[in-house]
């Protein structure tokens, strides 16, 4: 399915019920907006880093003296090392940067087997577009990851933040607690009653299987025979029905800024985890919106976080 | 005498029926993952078996309806004895050791934990069963005429039916259509063919077939070409068998909407 389909769909169903249709991106009414720069460090100082984007441009941009940047530890940015891949969170039409993450993935999926006895070597189900991954769980962060998954066997489910060295993904750090079920027994939703909810809540997430630069996210609730994905449609927040193409408005409650998002795939992993963000507050259940790391960055998350309290609407 | 005897055969035979139906339903349609593991006696088995169990039991419930409809072998109602007598053990041994399970005893519908309510109709059941054994007709006789002990013994069920107040509350709370699975597209495709709308518009399509389908909250699109090579688009409401449909034309190259026509409801 195409790009331009997916937009089509949207002016289609606007003209047909004679909506308007909201343009995608961030509602300007936020304030400075936050860009989301992607790219390969070609080279690095205290004040000035030196990227090349997905696009092939280079692209100079300046550090902001308080900013930090994550590369499996804090660090500061002038040692990134030159050939990382980072995404950064620049204000100023994206000329200043504050915030770096270089190298970070985010490893969700289902356990499927559990190997090694001091390094781990886990592999995962990652959803039926995203095929298996294997990721290594270093000795040092094994602990520290166990605790907030409890049941480490195969079955269950499994969210961690890492980093891509030698081309291997290292799980660092635990992304959520770990739901208590097995990944094939989500929790039925609350009861609903009838009546539009204008706005449903919950947690939103980010995945690293989107492409650079891609704004977008994946949305659980999708008809499982509009999409070909036979696991769609399962969620724990009570979600209406959507289509890849629906602008989803997101907003992040703890930063308070919101976008227009357009669903651009089939969130069948999220809708498995029912879990909260305590990011900064408590979340109702269920992960209502994978987005990916552009979008993410650009509605105020925090990579290494995981998550943020939000709310969604349709845009 | 014989009056007494067979008065509640029609019951267990609507029970027995029922409870097929209802299991081989839940088991059809709950292809859910993990929905059948607060079900019944089936969550005492491990994962991969729990349909299956579900299934055996309907399976048997069917044989001893049949049975006791058209013969009066003693093989069938003896079955019947055992089978509720079996069953309310099981009942009382699933809330002692699961008690957030439900009794499955008709599908989904009886998913609530089992209760004394629960534990008391197989109590009932089996007392009926009991009753039906000596009866001298088959039970397709007893459902021919049917007498006030029938209807008595119909009201007991009921009262001990946990299952009556969830299917009231799930007419009263429907969950709204947005969050329902909606009909499958062919339905959806019917519904828009037999409306006035699409019988106004039809001739304009280059196809009758639609390039592109898709659900948004409670409406179905359907998008097709006309002779000009311009977008047609039809929005046909999710809920009611006349459902409301709504059109509009949008050139190709327009990516703002041009709203040809207002809203027809058929």
């Known amino acids: 399915m195409g790009l331009s389909n997916v937009d089509r769909r949207r002016v289609l169903a606007a003209a047909a019920l004679g909506r308007d249709t909201g343009p995608p991106g961030p509602d300007p009414g936020d304030g400075d907006p936050l860009r989301a720069v992607a790219g390969e460090v070609l080279d690095v100082s205290p004040h000035l880093i030196t990227i090349e984007t997905p696009g092939g441009a280079e692209e100079r ?31 100023r039409d994206g000329r200043v940067v504050e915030r770096i993450w270089a190298d970070t993935t985010r490893i969700t999926g289902t356990i499927l087997s559990v190997q090694g006895r001091k390094d781990l070597t886990v ?3 990652c959803g039926p577009h995203r095929g298996h991954r294997t990721v290594v769980v270093p000795y040092r962060s094994s602990g520290r990851l166990q605790v907030r998954h409890p049941k480490f066997e195969p079955g269950y489910l499994f969210d961690a933040i890492g980093v891509r060295r030698d081309g291997a993904s290292h799980a660092l750090l635990p992304a959520t607690s770990q739901p208590p079920y097995p990944a094939r027994s989500v929790p039925p939703p609350p009861p609903a009653y009838a009546g539009l909810q204008s706005r449903v809540a919950g947690t939103a997430t980010w995945s690293d299987t989107f492409d650079e630069e891609e704004r977008g996210a994946a949305y659980p609730m999708l008809e499982r025979a509009d999409t070909g994905c036979a696991e769609a449609g399962v969620s724990c927040a009570g979600l209406p029905y959507l289509s890849v193409g629906s602008l989803l408005q997101v907003r992040n409650v703890c930063a308070n800024r919101s976008a227009n998002v357009p669903v651009v795939a089939c969130g069948c992993l999220a809708g498995r985890f029912c879990d909260r963000c305590v990011e900064c507050d408590t979340s109702p259940r269920g992960r209502i919106a994978e987005l990916s790391p552009s979008s993410y960055v650009e509605l105020g998350g925090d990579l290494v976080k995981g998550c943020f309290n939000a709310q969604i609407g349709l845009g | 005498m014989t009056l007494v005897l067979e008065s509640q055969l029609p019951l267990l035979i609507v ?9 081989v339903i839940t088991v059809g349609s709950g292809g859910e993952p993990g929905s059948l593991s607060r079900l019944g006696p089936a969550v005492l088995m491990p994962g991969r078996l729990q349909a299956p169990a579900l299934l055996v039991c309907a399976a048997g419930e069917l044989v001893l309806a049949t049975g006791l409809s058209l013969t009066t072998h003693p093989l069938f109602r003896w079955g019947t004895v055992a089978f509720f007598a079996l069953s309310t053990y099981v009942l009382t041994e699933l809330r002692r050791r699961r008690p957030d399970a439900g009794c499955g005893c008709f599908g989904e519908v009886s998913s609530a934990p089992v209760g004394l309510r629960s534990v008391g109709r197989t109590v009932a ?19 021919l005429a049917p007498s006030w002990l029938t209807a008595a013994g119909l009201a007991l069920l009921v009262a001990l039916s946990p299952e009556v107040e969830e299917l009231i509350d799930r007419v009263r709370y429907r969950a709204p259509c947005e969050q329902r699975r909606g009909p499958a597209e062919s339905v959806t ?14 001739g304009e399509l280059a196809s009758t077939e639609p390039y592109d389908s ?53």
């Open chain 1, 61 to 91: 941009l300046v550090i902001a003296p308080w900013a930090t940047a994550w590369h499996g530890a804090d660090v500061a940015p002038a040692d990134l090392p030159a050939g990382a891949m980072v995404l950064m969170r620049a204000l």
């Open chain 1, 123 to 125: 592999e995962l189900d």
């Open chain 2, 125 to 143: 059941l089996t007392g009926m069963a009991a009753l039906s054994v000596w009866s001298p007709a088959p039970g397709w006789e007893a459902v």
């Open chain 2, 214 to 266: 898709w659900r948004e909250l409670c409406w179905r699109f359907f998008a097709f070409r006309n002779h000009d090579a311009d977008d047609v688009v039809f929005a046909v409401y999710l809920s009611g068998r006349r459902p409301a449909v709504r059109m509009a034309v949008v050139s190709a190259a327009d990516s703002g909407s041009l709203p040809e026509y207002t809203p027809v409801s058929a």
């Open chain 2, 15 to 23: 029970m027995l029926a029922l409870g097929t139906v209802a299991k």
């Open chain 2, 189 to 202: 495709l019917a519904r828009l063919r037999s409306s006035g709308t699409w019988r106004a518009h039809a």
